[in-house]
């Protein structure tokens, strides 16, 4: 059996959290299988003096066939965000299966990059549409 490490011990915190905040899963599953861009939880993972890295997640939805047309969290996939502290340059160190164009990627860095204007790397932060 596998052990866990603190980057699982992190993702189980933060997957509780992710719940409470998102809500539920999308209501209209015309697709097979959707990726939520709409509510992104954010996650500090790791800091040094020169830069801090960001995970963030999203929702990996799939036809509920208790509920048809409803969509249910399969899992979470996650990816990683990296930003340099002196320049507030953003890249990505650990691309989110399925996120093709780095649709979330670029929601996630956004967000850390406000915070980076403010002289800010919280420990949480959320990426939410509308």
Known sequence: ?????????????????????????????????????LCLPIA????????????FYAALCVPDPEHPGRGKVARQERGVVR??????????VEQMPGDDGERRAGRAARIISRHWKKGEYPQQTIYAAG
């Open 1 to 37: 059996m596998r052990r866990l490490t603190d980057e699982d011990r992190l993702s189980q915190q933060t997957t509780g959290w992710f719940v409470s905040e998102c809500g539920r899963p999308p209501r209209d599953m015309s697709q097979d299988v959707s990726l939520d861009w």
């Open 44 to 55: 500090k993972k790791e800091e040094t003096d020169e830069w801090c890295d960001f995970m």
């Open 83 to 92: 930003i340099i502290k002196s320049t507030g340059e953003i890249t990505v």
